[in-house]
């Protein structure tokens, strides 16, 4: 039995969970079911499988909150970098032939990272039922076993039976709700869950016979990839001349190799709020409740909290979400309309679409708690072991105030110890750095004065993370 290299798909920037998903911070990297977020929730449930590492292929922003994540559950492998999203075909093209070392010809187990599967068990079984048919050369595709007539999804039409699965008689798209029906009563179609088995060899063969225009752009993109950190980035122009298309249309629905396997095992791809609810433990009012919430005659509802107290009265199949910055109500049965909240708020210029009140970084996060004319007050959490860049400032001064843990401190020429308790002042056009030397989180407060306060006031000159200026 050939090696199984998991493929994570974690390149999306969903909005449709919107505040709690935006395009800086999607859904994957969310702990939505539980306390695990969905890409480790992916990678996890493959363990039973004896894979190798798996390799995960992401957006340019999201890099480092990808590799944090993985390295927190010891499964952190080879991060393929797309400077812009081009879809699946593409993706998949690239871990087939990085994956190709050595005369190495993995079977490729490709997934999405932002799906939820409550079955851990009858997925597993699914793919062992699966491999013995992608040895044999198949493209397997894993369709679910619907159980209702959904119309947000795709189908799979299965045909004869192969092994433990069946020809693929054809790929449909999102059907109206008549055809859904029909399709639920004839028991001959499976949701396209948007994931495969398959040889890399086998995919690369099939993508040269259909799409050989894809197939060289990302060979192309890969003769000049360089190694930084845990990264491996594409020679961008290259990639950039690749058509974007995805691998049902490039490859699946072409190819006469393609088999399904049915997959019965609580899968959800949490394409909205309702569907959310649908998944989630609820009380005895049929409430799906996170976060610290009351509610007094209320019923049908998803009530999510960040960290205020969110209380309910009367309410019944509501929607109600609460970040640190932002809230959202909304009708259960209208949720998908909350992506023309999104497009309000990108054409009026206003963040919150992209990025949350707390923003991650490479070497840990801050959260702007406050701020005001010429004054701005955040709190930041510097990893054990992490740096912020070398930089300054030409339009703000910067007191810092240790909470826990021990800073150290470059201000100008000279490099101090800042312990709990104790502050330091950076002023204006001073080059400084700012440092965790200790075992544990480095909590502080920073309060900003000046003229002007965006994140673009920075130049950096020394940089552990690639982002120097200067």
């Known amino acids: ?28 990297f969310l702990p939505l079911v539980d306390d695990s977020t969905m890409l480790q929730q992916t990678i996890t449930r493959v363990t039973e499988l004896d894979c190798s590492i798996p390799l995960t292929i992401c957006n340019e922003v999201h890099r480092f909150m990808v590799a944090e994540q993985l390295r927190a559950i010891d499964k952190l492998g080879s991060i393929i970098l797309e400077p812009q999203g081009r879809n699946t075909a593409p993706a998949i093209a690239l871990a087939a032939e990085i994956s190709r070392v050595d005369e190495q010809d993995p079977l490729l187990l490709v997934l999405a990272a932002d799906h939820v599967i409550q079955d851990g068990d009858a997925f597993v079984k699914a793919v062992r039922r699966a491999l013995p048919l992608a040895e044999q050369g198949k493209l397997v595709t894993f369709g679910v076993v619907p159980d209702c007539a959904h119309t947000g999804y795709g189908y799979i039409q299965r045909g004869d039976s192969v092994g433990d699965g069946f020809e693929v008689s054809q790929f449909v798209e999102k059907p109206d709700l008549s055809t859904a029906e029909q399709y639920l009563a004839s028991e001959k179609y499976y949701w396209n869950s948007g994931m495969f088995l398959f040889k890399a060899s086998r995919y690369l063969e099939e993508l040269n016979i259909h799409r050989p225009d894809i197939a060289e752009a990302c060979r192309n993109s890969l003769v000049n990839t360089r190694a930084d950190l845990d990264f491996v980035r594409l020679d961008e122009e290259s990639f950039l001349a690749c058509a974007d298309e995805s691998i049902d249309y490039a490859v699946m629905e072409k190819t006469d190799d393609a088999v399904v396997i049915p997959l019965d095992a609580g899968w959800n791809d949490i394409g909205s709020w309702s569907a959310l609810w649908e998944i989630n433990s609820k009380d005895e009012n049929n409430n799906a409740f996170r976060g610290d919430v009351i509610s007094h005659d209320s019923s049908n509802c998803l009530v999510h909290s960040d960290e205020r107290l969110v209380a309910t009265v009367g309410l019944d199949d509501i929607v109600v979400v609460d970040t640190k910055d932002a809230v959202m109500v909304a009708k259960k049965s209208r949720v998908q309309e909350v992506k023309k909240i999104v497009e309000q708020i990108k054409s009026s210029g206003r963040r919150e679409a992209k990025l949350h009140r707390e923003v991650y970084r490479p070497w840990g996060k801050y959260d702007s708690v406050d701020n005001g004319n010429r004054y701005q007050v955040k709190r930041i959490t510097v990893n054990p072991g992490a740096k912020l860049s070398v930089q300054m400032h030409h339009h ?32 204006v056009g001073v080059v400084h750095a700012l440092e965790n030397p200790g075992k544990m989180p480095l909590e502080m407060i920073e309060v900003q004065v000046g003229s002007y306060l965006g994140e673009d006031d920075i130049v950096r000159f020394e940089d552990r993370y690639g982002r120097v200026d200067a």
């Open 396 to 427: 703000r001064a910067e007191h810092w105030i240790v909470v826990s843990g021990t800073a150290k401190v470059t201000n100008g020429g000279q490099t101090i110890l800042v312990t709990e308790n104790e502050s330091t002042y950076i002023p």
């Open 1 to 28: 039995m050939g090696t199984i290299l998991p493929v994570v798909m974690a390149g999306g920037s969903g909005t449709r969970l919107w505040p709690l998903s935006r395009s800086a911070f999607p859904k994957q």
